[in-house]
């Protein structure tokens, strides 16, 4: 059984930083592209950025410049490095995990991060 467990969120001022989490169980890691996704309230939920296991990166345009994916194949563990951060980013982030080949697509319970000063 997959589990994404996030970890890291919390209250910043804008202009700040967050370091978020992901640690997975229940599959085999090098085959999921992992990724980050967000809710803020009465919004869907959207992309923050995706990173596959040969470490092609994909960013929303929102995030670019300042967020970083990162992954770590051994440890089962996915990062988000959020630098410069706006209120705008205020949201539930999710971690996710994907594979196309038999079909699979995980989320975990999210974590709350608010910029707020």
């Known amino acids: 059984q997959v589990q994404l467990v996030e970890s890291g969120g919390g209250l910043v001022q804008p202009g700040g930083s967050l370091r978020l989490s992901c640690a997975a169980s229940g599959i085999i890691f090098s085959r999921y592209v992992m990724g980050w996704y967000r809710q803020a309230p009465g919004k869907q939920r959207v992309l923050v950025a995706t990173m596959t296991d040969g470490g092609i990166t994909n960013y929303s345009d929102s995030v670019k410049g300042r967020f970083t994916i990162s992954r770590d194949n051994a440890k089962n563990t996915v990062d988000l490095q959020m630098n410069s951060l706006k209120p705008e980013d205020t949201a539930v982030y999710y971690c996710?995990?994907?594979?196309?080949?038999?079909?699979?697509?995980?989320w975990g319970q999210g974590t709350q991060v608010t910029v707020s000063s």
């Open positions: 996710n995990a994907r594979k196309i080949f038999p079909p699979s697509n995980s």
